[in-house]
């Protein structure tokens, strides 16, 4: 059974960091599109991120790039986010997901709100 569990969300401060992470289970890791997608108040869904496995290239959504990095660790089953600069419209509830062909899984989320 796939699992992806996410955490690290929270309050910050506008300029502050946050480290998401979202730990897997239950699938060959290593070989999933590991991606962050995100959704803010009234808003749709929308790509943050991805990376893939096990080279790990990148691609981020221009409204974050030069600000947040993914990463995975394999061995530990876990993709990071790594938020910096952040900024109120970055306020949503993150998502992890895990695709690979028509294999989709998503975690339930983490909210991250960025407010003084």
């Known amino acids: 059974q796939v699992q992806l569990v996410e955490s690290g969300g929270g309050l910050v401060q506008p300029g502050g960091s946050l480290r998401l992470s979202c730990a897997a289970s239950g699938f060959t890791f290593s070989s999933y599109l590991m991606s962050w997608y995100r959704q803010g108040p009234g808003k749709e869904r929308e790509f943050v991120a991805f990376i893939a496995g096990p080279a790990g290239s990148t691609n981020y959504a221009a409204s974050v790039k030069g600000r947040f990095t993914i990463s995975r660790d394999d061995a530990k089953n876990t993709v990071y986010l790594q938020m910096n600069t952040l900024k109120p419209e970055d306020t949503a509830v993150y998502y992890c997901?895990?695709?690979?062909?028509?294999?989709?899984?998503w975690g339930q989320g983490t909210q991250v709100t960025v407010s003084q």
């Open positions: 997901n895990a695709r690979r062909g028509s294999d989709d899984n």
